[in-house]
């Protein structure tokens, strides 16, 4: 059976993804040479994917093994690649949330179910 935890603490919630987010709108307008994320971004999208994936596959296998500081550190990275490709390509976290509010307005059966009818 699988264990949900819910957090009520605001430590990394939304509003600390915001502030990455941020940070990561600002390195990408300003940062030097100093910057791994101004780095990434000066690679170009294929790179920013390229490492997505990897991060990808790291907290799937990190899930795996069931070593949760491990698996945590993984997330971390996770999300800021994504939102360093978020932030290229445009999209805000403001837009995706939006988008998971319109969702959670029914089961996700339901919302599967009515993409399959024509």
Do not use: F, W
């Not at 780095?39 to 795996?64: N, S, T, Y």
């Not at 990275?77 to 029914?106: N, P, W």
């Amino acid at each position: 059976m699988t264990q949900v935890v819910v957090n009520t603490q605001s430590d990394m919630s939304v509003h600390g993804l915001d502030r990455l987010a941020v940070i990561i709108a600002e390195r990408a307008r300003d940062g030097g040479a100093q910057s791994y994320t101004r780095r990434l971004i000066d690679k170009g999208l294929p790179k920013i994917c390229k490492k997505l994936g990897e991060e990808a596959v790291e907290v799937v296998i990190a899930a795996l093994a069931e070593e949760r500081p491990e698996l945590v550190g993984e997330i971390a990275d996770l999300l800021y690649h994504l939102l360093v490709m978020m932030q290229v390509k445009g999209i805000t976290l403001a837009e995706v949330s939006a988008l998971i509010e319109g969702r959670m307005v029914q089961s996700g059966l339901e919302e599967k179910a009515a993409r399959k009818q024509p």
